[in-house]
């Protein structure tokens, strides 16, 4: 694994994206994740967009996950998020856009649809975060590796963590979310792991660190991708 530190978010994400727009093809397909730890990223993709000649109108993007139980229009919804902090300021075509659909009346049909969609695809470059639990996508601690899309029922740790999304209150965090699956993640071609703050510290330690590949932290299965290049802040650093 490619391990790279930066002393801010800012210059990790900015660093991050040289390394994507080094690996974007014309008609690339890229997996996206949200968040807080991507923001940068998806401000520095605006930032070179508006000032260069690239185009994403041949792109396909999928994102990791949405929550189950709150609409599009929920301002925490995955799709709005990726809508506010990116798509809407690309040239992106709505149709190359592929989210899970977790508000939809058949869920299982919706898991169905999602899965065909990335059999048929093969992701190019995938972004990530990780959970203060090593949680990859929503793929909690226990998730088996050869997990494809599914709902899951997320940790207390998770809901905690994300409160400060809604107000700081945990009774408003949704419960499940779809989520790509590990095997899913595990099939794209170059994976770019981004972890800032103290608190993602102890998971980037379990990943670089730790000899064991275990389903209890989730991340450590990357130890057996061959192309994964992980950006981290000073806080995240795990020799720090
Ligand atoms: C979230 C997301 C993950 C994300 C991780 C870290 O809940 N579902 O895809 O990578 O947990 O979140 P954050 O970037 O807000 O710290």
Not at 113 to 125: A, H, M, P, R, S
Not at 132 to 138: K, L
Not at 175 to 197: P, Y
């Amino acid at each position: 694994m490619n391990y790279n530190v930066y002393k801010t978010k800012k210059e990790a994400s900015e660093a991050a994206y040289k390394l994507i727009k080094e690996n974007l093809k014309e008609n690339s397909t890229l997996g996206l994740a949200t968040g807080s730890t991507p923001t940068d990223l998806y401000k520095a993709m605006i930032e070179d967009y508006k000032t260069s000649n690239i185009s994403y109108e041949n792109i396909t993007t999928f994102n990791l996950d949405e929550y189950v139980g709150i609409s599009y229009d929920h301002p925490e919804s995955y799709h709005k998020f990726m809508d506010t902090n990116l798509f809407n300021h690309i040239n992106i075509k709505r149709e190359n856009i592929n989210i899970p659909d977790a508000s939809a009346k058949n869920l299982q049909k919706a898991i169905e649809n999602y899965q065909k969609k990335l059999d048929n695809n093969t992701i190019n470059i995938q972004i990530l975060g990780v959970g203060s639990n090593g949680h990859i996508g929503f793929n909690e601690p226990g998730t088996p590796f050869d997990s494809g899309v599914h709902i899951i029922d997320l940790e207390d740790e998770t809901i905690e963590a994300n409160s400060r999304f809604f107000g700081g209150d945990i009774n408003q965090v949704p419960k499940q979310a779809m989520t790509m699956g590990i095997k899913d993640i595990m099939r794209s071609e170059l994976i770019i792991l981004l972890a800032f703050g103290e608190n993602k510290k102890d998971a980037i330690k379990k990943l670089m660190t730790n000899s064991e590949i275990t389903t209890e932290i989730p991340c450590t299965i990357l130890k057996n991708h061959q192309n994964v290049h992980i950006f981290v802040d000073e806080y995240a650093d795990y020799q720090n």
